[in-house]
């Protein structure tokens, strides 16, 4: 067999696979990094503040630029990243980032029926296991299929591939530029929008005016601890730290306590007018109403008191104007500043990944919801606009020891974020640990650390004994935001105008969260003309007695307005026993809970 015979006798050698060309790779690694990076840092922060605009106090201009500049950084990074790499390697690389880009948009368009772009607290904790599971199962299959799809057919049908993957990034952009330019043209996003502050128009906030003072006359203290769930009291500050009860002399823990809502809004404005909310009015229009016809308002004003709230904006009332006729420590402004832009930003991109992210990795953007970003806006004020952040709290009342005032009466509402989780600080208040942001412990050192220091000048003031003291929460832990998982007990503490020296007490009656506003009034001694009812001590336990309580569960819907359904329970008997709680109507309406 001479040589030529030989040779064609071999196998011919498979040729190097070379893959695209620097030029074929710019059109589709631009197009992909454009995709990502504006779908997180452009259009989702747009379409979360253009959808939402009675949510957030700041106008588009104060973070857009931002956006923008956070667009631009991630597409010339990732198109860093892919445009050196060749061959198999470049092949690889790209189908991950397509497939994270694929699905990002459509987790954020379809995938979220149990979370909302919106988020509050326990961020992601809106789902089950389930969920969980088959949201993570549709995130590693697409993966695996585009991942195996570009190793398999590329090489052979390479323009057929690249087609593909160039039609789904323009697919996923117009989308999204079409919806951008839908939501500016049918919303208010680049003119005048409800919470902007417009030429003359003048805003009223809640200050820290007066937080000091209390009269030599008539007290009532009323604390809000945010989300004082029962089992926060008995199962974690009883157990773990009973010292910080100490200073509860006089007072009496009324174990089974029905809140009406089981949220923020619209527990503050109920607890201070008494007027329940239907849902059938939106969120302004119930601020308006409850606050400028509260009877239980009115009647402190007849009766000499000076009237004091310290809660935050968007949960607890939107302009304090409504209020003005009866409450000391408002102030009105005309314009706000933003003390910085490029937080707020960040905190927009937060809220963005939220949205965006799979359900497994939506605890990683943290605690953040349109209320959080009402610690950038600065109010032009003589004093501070109050939020309900513990740290200000206690630095105030430490700097500001309470002083005496012998003109009239004194009511002084305090609202704290309390046990609405995660926590930022530590009992000392400092930067809290990662694996204390969810302990109930650490969140009732701090609460009862600026309730405490609040008492403990009183006491040394001489006030105290004669003070009607409240200390409750708005709502419980409703443990799950879309699904009543009850009983819903709420903890409450009441030490009578007179009381004093005396061991905490406790008492098992059937009481409500509407009794407490005849219970102040008792406790003063204010006659009414108006039947508020009967104070929490009237009630014994084994009284049989009707309690109503009204939760909204968020249901699923991937797109369009959210649907809420409005269940009224009534329960007969205590609380803490589930089987108690009976439905007596339910209905659902279409909007946010918030509007």
């Known amino acids: 067999m001479n040589r030529e015979e030989i040779h064609s006798n071999q196998t011919p050698k498979k040729s190097a696979y070379v893959g695209l ?102 961020v992601g904790d809106g ?46 952009i117009g989308m999204q530029a079409v919806n951008f330019a839908v939501t500016s043209l049918t919303t208010d996003i680049w003119t005048q929008k409800d919470n902007s502050l417009q030429g003359d128009e003048e805003k009223h906030i809640l200050t820290y005016k007066n937080m000091d003072r209390v009269s030599t006359g008539k007290n009532v203290i009323y604390f809000v601890v945010d989300r004082f769930d029962v089992i926060y009291y008995e199962d974690y500050g009883l157990v773990k730290c009973p010292e910080i ?35 059938h009015d939106a969120r302004l229009d119930y601020f308006e109403e409850s606050y400028s016809t509260s009877p239980f308002l009115k009647e402190l004003k007849k009766n000499n008191y000076k009237v004091n709230i310290y809660t935050d904006t968007y949960y607890g009332y939107h302009d304090a104007a409504c209020m003005s006729e009866y409450v000391e420590n408002s102030s009105g402004t005309t314009s706000y500043t933003i003390g910085d832009t490029p937080a707020l930003s960040k905190d927009m991109l937060r809220i963005s990944l939220f949205r965006y992210l799979p359900m497994v990795a939506k605890r990683t953007t943290g605690d953040i919801h349109s209320g959080s970003f009402e610690q950038y806006v600065d109010y032009e004020t003589e004093y501070n606009k109050y939020t309900t952040d513990m740290k200000d709290a206690y630095e105030f009342l430490s700097a500001h020891p309470l002083t005496t005032d012998s003109n009239g009466n004194n009511f002084s509402f305090i609202h704290i974020t309390g046990c609405h989780m995660p926590n930022l600080y530590d009992e000392d208040f400092a930067p809290v640990k990662e694996s204390d942001r969810n302990n109930p412990v650490v969140a009732l050192k701090q609460s009862f650390k600026i309730i405490n220091l609040y008492l403990e000048q009183l006491k040394e003031l001489g006030l105290y004994e004669d003070a009607t003291i409240i200390i409750t929460g708005d709502h419980s832990n409703i443990r799950l935001d879309r699904e009543f998982r009850g009983p ?42 108006t039947d508020f009812g009967k104070p929490v001590w009237d009630y014994r336990e084994g009284d049989v007695r009707e309690r109503k309580y009204v939760f909204q569960a968020r249901q699923a819907q991937p797109e369009g307005p959210a649907t809420y359904e409005v269940i009224v329970y009534k329960i007969t008997g205590s609380s803490r026993d589930l089987k108690n709680w009976e439905i007596v109507s339910s209905g659902d309406y279409v909007g946010s809970i918030y509007e």
């Open 21 to 122: 060309t620097l030029r074929q790779r710019i059109l589709p690694s631009v197009l992909l990094a454009f995709a990502a990076s504006s779908t997180l840092c452009l259009f989702g922060p747009f379409d979360i503040y253009g959808n939402n605009l009675s949510e957030f106090v700041f106008s588009i201009g104060d973070f857009l630029g931002w956006c923008l500049l956070f667009t631009l950084i991630g597409l010339v990074a990732i198109t860093a990243v892919l445009l050196p790499l060749r061959g198999r390697v470049f092949d690889i690389v790209y189908a991950v980032f397509l497939w994270l880009t694929l699905m990002l948009y459509v987790q954020g368009n379809f995938l979220n029926q149990s979370a909302d772009s919106l988020a509050g607290d326990g």
């Open 127 to 172: 789902s089950g296991v389930t969920a969980y599971v088959i949201n993570t199962v549709i995130w590693v299959l697409v993966g695996a299929a585009i991942v195996f799809a570009m190793i398999k057919f590329f090489q052979k049908y390479r323009e057929t591939v690249l087609t593909v993957c160039i039609i789904a990034l323009i697919t996923v």
């Open 245 to 279: 009860f100490d200073e509860l002399e006089g007072f009496t823990y009324y174990s089974d306590m029905v809140s009406l809502y089981p949220r923020t809004y619209p527990s503050i404005a109920y607890m201070l007018s008494g007027i329940e909310h239907d849902f």
């Open 488 to 529: 819903h007990t709420t903890a409450l503490f009441v030490k009578e105008s007179g009381s004093a020296n005396a061991p905490l007490k406790v008492s098992h009656a059937p009481v409500a969260q509407a009794d407490i506003i005849p219970t102040i009034l008792a406790s003063e001694g204010i006659v009414s003309d």
